[in-house]
C-alpha cells in the first residue's frame, strides 16, 4: 500500500495535471504534496487546484500538503515574435531590457537591473545553462553578446549569471502579491525562491506572522551565497529544497552531487525535511519509461537521507505524469524495502526540548522493545517531525482531529497521517488507536506500539509522555478495500 513508503514525492501541477479528475490520479498514483509554481499560471488557477485538492483530501482520506512556490528574482529572457529564436554559436546579439518582442539578434530581458550587472565578458547562461552567451560591451540599456553556446531560445527562458552579486532583494512586488494569495487560501508550505542569506528568511517568516497564518518556509537552495550561508539558513527554516537546475548551473555541475549530499547531510543532522529537485525523471516528460541513469539518481538521493523528492515538468506538463508518479513510487519502495539504515538516534546532545526529549525516547523504546509503531497524538504535527528525524523502522503514524495538520505533515519522511475523534481519556486513545491499526491494516492485535501525547489528556497538554501499549481489538476486523483510507488500500491501479 502506498502508507509503506516513507520517502515522500512532491509533484509539480501544471496543464497535464490541474484538472480535478488528473489531480484524483495524481493523488492516487502517490502524490504526497502539490507544488503550485507561481512561475506560470493566474491565481484563478491555482485557487481552482486549491479547492479541487482540499476537496479530493476528505473524498479519499488521503491528506495533501500544499506547497506555494513562489517565483523570486528570476531574470528570464522576454518574449519573441514567433515564440522564440535560433542562437548560433559565434552569433553577435543584442539583450536589451527595453519592453520589445524578441527576434533573431535582439533578446529582451524583464530584468532592467541586468545592465548594471554585467561587465565585458560576464557569462550569461540561458535556459538552465544550455545556451551561453558572453559579454562584449554595455550600451545604456542595451548589452552586446556573442554566443558561446547556441540551441533554440524560447519565450520566458530563465537567465543566470555565476558569481554575479545581483542587486536584487529575495521578495519581488509579484512575490508579495502571490505570498498574500497564498496566506488568504491557507497553503501548507511556501516555498522562497534564490534565498541568499538567513535574512531573507526571516523578512518570509514576518509576514507570514503578519497575516495569522500556519504555513511553513522551504528555503531553496540554488546561490552560491546559500551554501555560504547554509547552516544558518536551515536552522531558519522549516523544511529545505535543493533546488538543482539554478544550482548546478550556478556552482557548476561537476561540483553539484558534492553540494546535494552536503545540503542533505546538514538538514538531517539539524531535523530539517529535505527535498531533492530537478530532472529527477526528465526523460519521461516524453518517454514511458526513465533511464537508468535517472533510476539510479532517484535512488541514491534516498539513500543519502532525502525526505522528500520533487517532479517538476515530468507531472506538470509531461506526456506520462501519473505513471511517472508511481514510477517514483517503485523506485522509493524498492530502495527502502533493502534499505537497512534506519534509527539515526545520537546519544550525544546532552540537553534536548521537552518534545525532542520524548520523541528520542519513543524512538529508543520502538528499538529496544521492538514496537510496530510509535502513534504521535498531536496537535501541531511538532513532535512527528521530530521522531521523523530519528528515521525509525516502525512506522510514524501521526493522529489528530485538525485536518489542517495532517495535511502540513504530508511532507516529513514516514509519516503517515490520520485523523481521530476526539478524546478525553486514556480509554478512548486506546480504543481509537486500536480501532486504527487493526481496521486499517497497520498492525494487528498483540502488537507493542509507543504512543506519544499530552497529559493532563482533558487540559489538551503539550507532549510530554511516553505509552507502552499493547495492541488489542480482538473483535475488530479489518475494513474492506474500498472502505479503507487510499493510501491503506491495495496499490490502486492508475492509467
Aim: hydrophobic share 40%.
Amino acid at each position: 500500500m502506498l502508507a509503506d513508503r516513507r520517502a515522500k514525492i512532491v509533484a509539480t501541477i501544471g496543464p497535464a495535471t490541474r484538472d480535478e479528475k488528473n489531480l484524483e490520479k495524481a493523488i492516487k498514483a502517490g502524490m504526497n504534496v502539490a507544488r503550485l509554481n507561481f512561475s506560470h499560471g493566474s491565481h484563478e488557477d491555482h485557487l481552482k487546484v486549491v479547492h479541487s485538492l482540499r476537496k479530493l483530501s476528505k473524498e479519499l482520506q488521503a491528506p495533501v500538503a500544499i506547497l506555494q512556490d513562489l517565483q523570486g528574482p528570476k531574470i528570464r529572457v522576454g518574449k519573441f515574435e514567433n515564440g522564440s529564436i535560433e542562437i548560433k554559436p559565434g552569433e553577435k546579439l543584442v539583450v536589451t531590457t527595453a519592453k520589445v518582442l524578441g527576434k533573431p539578434g535582439l533578446v529582451p530581458s524583464d530584468f532592467q537591473e541586468l545592465p548594471l550587472a554585467c561587465v565585458p565578458g560576464t557569462r550569461i547562461l540561458l535556459d538552465d545553462g544550455l545556451m551561453e552567451v558572453k559579454v562584449l560591451q554595455v550600451r545604456g540599456e542595451e548589452i552586446d553578446v556573442e554566443v558561446v553556446y547556441g540551441g533554440i531560445l524560447k519565450d520566458r527562458k530563465g537567465m543566470n549569471l555565476p558569481g554575479v552579486n545581483l542587486p536584487v532583494d529575495c521578495m519581488t512586488p509579484k512575490d508579495l502579491e502571490d505570498l498574500q494569495f497564498g496566506i488568504a487560501n491557507k497553503v501548507d508550505y511556501i516555498a522562497l525562491s534564490f534565498v541568499r542569506h538567513a535574512r531573507d528568511i526571516r523578512k518570509l517568516r514576518e509576514l507570514i506572522e503578519a497575516g495569522n497564518s500556519n504555513a511553513k518556509i522551504v528555503a531553496k537552495i540554488e546561490m552560491v551565497e546559500a551554501i555560504e550561508n547554509l547552516e544558518e539558513i536551515c536552522r531558519l527554516s522549516d523544511a529545505v529544497m535543493v533546488a538543482r537546475g539554478d544550482l548546478a548551473v550556478e556552482v557548476g555541475q561537476s561540483r553539484l552531487p558534492g553540494y546535494q549530499k552536503r545540503i542533505i547531510s546538514v538538514c538531517n543532522q539539524l531535523g530539517k525535511p529535505v527535498i531533492t529537485a530537478t530532472q529527477m525523471l526528465d526523460s519521461m516528460v516524453e518517454n514511458p519509461r526513465p533511464t537508468r541513469a535517472e533510476i539510479t539518481d532517484v535512488a541514491n538521493a534516498v539513500l543519502d537521507g532525502t525526505d522528500a523528492l520533487m517532479l517538476s515538468a515530468e507531472s506538470a506538463s509531461g506526456k506520462y505524469p501519473f505513471k511517472c508518479i508511481r514510477t517514483m513510487h517503485e523506485i522509493i519502495t524498492e530502495v527502502e524495502r533493502n534499505e537497512e539504515e534506519y534509527y539515526k538516534i545520537s546519544l550525544e546532545n546532552e540537553f534536548l526540548s521537552t518534545p525532542a526529549s520524548i520523541a528520542a525516547s519513543a524512538s529508543l523504546s520502538a528499538l529496544k522493545l521492538n514496537a510496530t509503531a510509535i502513534i504521535c497524538l498531536t496537535t501541531s504535527g511538532k513532535t512527528a517531525n521530530i521522531i521523523s528525524a530519528f528515521r525509525p523502522k516502525a512506522r510514524i503514524i501521526s493522529v489528530t482531529q485538525h485536518l489542517d495538520v495532517l495535511n502540513g505533515m504530508e511532507l516529513g519522511w514516514g509519516i503517515q497521517t490520520h485523523a481521530i475523534k476526539p478524546y478525553k481519556t486514556m480509554e478512548d486513545i486506546l480504543r481509537e488507536v486500536d480501532l486504527l491499526l487493526v481496521s486499517h491494516g497497520l498492525g494487528k492485535t498483540g502488537d507493542r506500539v509507543i504512543l506519544t501525547l499530552g497529559q493532563p489528556i482533558a487540559c489538551g497538554a503539550k507532549t510530554n509522555s511516553i505509552y507502552v501499549h499493547t495492541v488489542g481489538g480482538e473483535n475488530v476486523a479489518k475494513l474492506p478495500n474500498d472502505k479503507l483510507p487510499l493510501r491503506c488500500q491495495e496499490e490502486p491501479v492508475v492509467e
